[in-house]
């Protein structure tokens, strides 16, 4: 296991932090999708402020359309307050690059000729799963990119997308797999999100969840919702969270790694029993100008609402039981919020 490299210890001559017990993160073994029991925000940015963040995402019922008709979108870009922004900007270009093209450049061909003009494997392309779906013409707008993982020398990032295609939108999440080279990080895989199929009959708690405009999910939470795969505890948490705070989802279940990243621990994330969050109240967790009583405030109301392994970038004293909060360099930019059952 790689040792965890961490900017801030280093700049604040502090010791390593502690690490979680059932983190967010996995091996770059493959990442959750359906349960064996099962038969789809705004985009974080380069800005100082939230606020500035939040206005760059153009959704379908207010942006100017491109030739094709679609909404237009932004270029996604990191906060320069990150542990490694370039690791997250590689990620993204490697999403984009496949998940976006003009009318008549569709396929997997296309796609490829485009992941090679980054100087990336084309055959990554293959891996592309739905972010590659058959369609003349695809916009692609990066919600969020978040640390699956991060040591000295690989990395998991999940870029969190919306897309839309002629007649349809949706998106999915990206595993998106790196490791150290130079002159610039290196895409060895991609796991899309496989939600499973919805429910027939969404339990209440969850109709609840989808129907809370305070709780604002990306098209691979919304369907892990829909799946029936998360847990009661999961649901009861957001929605008393959410009677406090707006919050912006990344990752419930599906799109996320399978194991704590660079150990062979379960994450929670897989079995339904956790969820990472972003921004609150339309500030994000990564940038300096997000107030820290406000992160510390939500990661104190997530233990309170029964988490017992809550991560964020602040360390925190005065848990109920051990170790039930943590921070480490990949919950720089996120709070995890997970549960024990």
């Known amino acids: 296991m790689g040792q965890a490299l961490d900017r801030r210890a280093l700049l604040l001559g502090a010791g390593g932090l502690l690490l979680g017990a059932a983190g967010c ?3 770059p073994k493959t990442s959750a999708g359906p349960s064996p029991s099962t038969a789809t925000a705004p985009a ?20 100017s359309s491109s030739p094709s008709g679609l909404p237009a979108t932004t270029a996604w870009s990191p906060n320069r307050d990150d542990v490694d922004p370039a690791v997250k900007l590689r990620a993204v270009q490697l999403v984009e690059a496949i998940g976006a093209w003009t009318a008549g450049r569709g396929g997997a061909a296309a796609a490829k ?29 990066v919600v969020d990119a978040q640390y699956g993982g991060i040591l000295a ?22 595993d998106v797999r790196l490791s150290r080279a130079q002159p610039r990080w290196k895409v060895t895989a991609l796991h899309p999100a496989r939600p499973g199929a919805a429910l027939a009959s969404v339990p209440s708690a969850a109709r609840q969840v989808l129907a809370d405009s305070r709780i604002v999910l990306p098209p691979a939470a919304q369907a892990d919702i829909r799946s029936g795969n998360i847990h009661p505890s999961v649901l009861r948490a957001m929605l008393r969270l959410a009677g406090t705070y707006r919050m912006y989802i990344s990752v419930v279940r599906s799109g996320h790694p399978l194991d704590v990243f660079g150990t062979n621990r379960p994450s929670d994330h897989p079995r339904g029993r956790a969820f990472d969050v972003w921004q609150i109240d339309g500030h994000a967790v990564v940038d300096p100008g997000t107030s820290r009583r406000l992160v510390e405030s939500f990661m104190r109301d997530a233990a309170a609402a029964g988490s017992y392994n809550v991560g964020g970038p ?18 720089h930019d996120h709070v995890h919020v997970g549960f024990a059952a």
């Open 44 to 63: 974080s940015g380069s800005a100082s402020t939230a606020a500035s963040a939040s206005a760059s995402v153009t959704h379908p019922s207010s942006a």
């Open 314 to 331: 602040l360390r925190l004293s005065g848990s109920a039981t051990a170790n039930q909060f943590f921070t480490d360099n990949t919950h």
């Open 25 to 27: 993160s996995g091996t």
């Open 153 to 174: 020398d690989s990395a998991s990032v999940l870029v969190v997308c919306r897309q839309w295609t002629p007649g349809h939108a949706g998106g999915t999440t990206i």
């Open 113 to 141: 000729r485009r992941v090679a003009a980054l100087g990336a494997s084309p055959s990554l392309v293959d891996q592309a799963g739905a972010l590659l779906p058959t369609a003349d013409a695809a916009a692609l707008q």
